[in-house]
């Protein structure tokens, strides 16, 4: 069964530091979203990606966020400067469709900044 | 207000039980429901979706919609050890292109 996948697993940085945090979509999915998940708290949505574009951003994807779609399969989250508060786990996710299609997630990058 | 709101729990129920599992949401052009299951440091994993009023089976979880009362309910039939997790409720609007909103989520144990 097709499956997102992330890379990698655990990236622990040092504030101030920049990251990149990678993504394999489904094959055929067209829509492509991170979204984080602080320690304890709920799953925060941080911005789609459609057509080599973003479709929509959250309050907290700021200008220190940025995606990417370098290629053909990959998809990108870019933090530039870390910060202690940017500590969470990072979900890629897609679907195939839009406006409510089924998001299917990855397994996550987890985050810790030092 | 919170966009969607579940009962953190925990709620534990024995092996065998039906486990219930409730979400209420605040926006009435909410469109699109989904309950996904969270293990301990995984992702999100999709167990079911739900667009219309009414209840919707798939296996041993029924999910149950009502657009009026803003509201969405998961039931797991016949309880197993394995289903012990955090369950998410996620609500998607048409108005806010493909974001998601998450609730909580509500901790589930089942007691062998």
């Known amino acids: 069964e097709p499956e997102v996948t992330q890379t990698p697993s655990h990236q622990v940085t040092q504030m101030g530091q920049e990251v990149i945090l990678r993504c394999v979509p489904i094959?055929?999915?067209?829509?492509f979203y991170w979204y984080r998940q602080i320690l304890g708290q709920k799953v925060e949505f941080l911005v789609s990606f459609y057509n080599n574009e973003i479709s929509e951003k959250s309050e907290i994807f700021d200008d220190q966020f940025s995606v990417e779609r370098p290629d053909g399969s990959n998809f990108t989250l870019k933090i530039r400067s870390t910060k202690l508060e940017d500590s969470a786990m990072y979900f890629c996710?897609?679907?195939?469709?839009?406006?409510?299609?089924?998001?299917?997630f990855g397994p996550g990058t987890r985050l810790t900044v030092l | 207000q919170k966009e969607v709101e579940q009962n953190s729990g925990p709620l534990s129920v024995p092996e065998g039980a039906i486990a219930s599992l409730n979400c209420t949401y605040s926006d009435r052009v909410s469109q699109s429901f989904f309950w996904y299951r969270q293990y301990s440091g995984k992702s999100p994993e999709l167990i079911m979706s739900i667009y219309s009023n009414g209840d919707k089976e798939d296996g041993r979880f029924t999910a149950q919609l009502n657009k009026a009362s803003q509201y969405v309910s998961l039931l797991i039939r016949d309880s197993q050890p394995s289903d012990s997790a955090t369950y998410l409720c996620?609500?998607?609007?048409?108005?806010?292109?493909?974001?998601?909103?998450f609730g909580t989520g509500t901790s589930l144990t089942v007691i062998p």
């Open positions: 996620a609500v998607g609007k048409s108005n806010t292109g493909n974001q998601f909103y």
């Open positions: 996710a897609s679907s195939e469709g839009y406006n409510t299609d089924t998001q299917y």
């Open positions: 094959s055929n999915h067209l829509y």
